[in-house]
């Protein structure tokens, strides 16, 4: 999402995270009234190139990295170990986040590819404050 954050400015913030639980993957950013539109196309252009794999091996490191400091930093509070282990008996695993950190170190850009092409679009909402004089 660097794309839509910083080069092309179409949001304030954009980040997508998966939920095990659901099998959804969801993305919300902070788009500015009247970029919706763009913001929206540009995510699911982003969502087309990794389906094409269209990421080089810095990219895939750079993400590896990133998700596996988060998992790291999980058995750094009572909270996080809390909430992955919780996670982990509702879905039937006794994984902990050091293994599944392992996990992310070994994916290919094949497996993301593969991931990526299931993912369909299934809802698209707005949040928005009401201008003044709105009733709703």
Same mark, same amino acid.
């Given at each position: 999402f660097q794309n839509v954050r910083e080069k092309l400015s179409l949001c304030y913030y954009c980040a997508a995270r998966y939920d095990?639980?659901?099998?959804?993957?969801? %993305?919300?950013?902070? %788009?500015? #009234?009247?970029n919706e539109q763009k913001a929206q196309e540009?995510? +699911?252009?982003? +969502?087309? +190139?990794?389906?094409?794999?269209?990421?080089?091996?810095?990219?895939?490191e750079s993400t590896i990295l990133t998700i596996n400091n988060? +998992?790291?930093? #999980? %058995?750094? #509070?009572?909270s996080g170990l809390e909430n992955w282990y919780l996670t982990q008996i509702l879905s039937g695993s006794d994984e902990s986040p050091l293994d599944?950190?392992?996990?992310v170190s070994r994916i290919t850009k094949d497996e993301i590819q593969a991931a990526a092409s299931q993912i369909t679009l299934d809802t698209v909402f707005f949040l928005a404050a009401k201008k003044e004089g709105q009733n709703q």
């Open positions: 095990k639980a659901s099998g959804m993957m969801m %993305v919300d950013s902070g %788009v500015e #009234t009247g540009e995510i +699911l252009h982003q +969502l087309e +190139l990794v389906k094409q794999g269209a990421f080089d091996d810095s990219e895939l988060a +998992l790291k930093s #999980t %058995v750094d #509070t009572l599944n950190a392992g996990k």
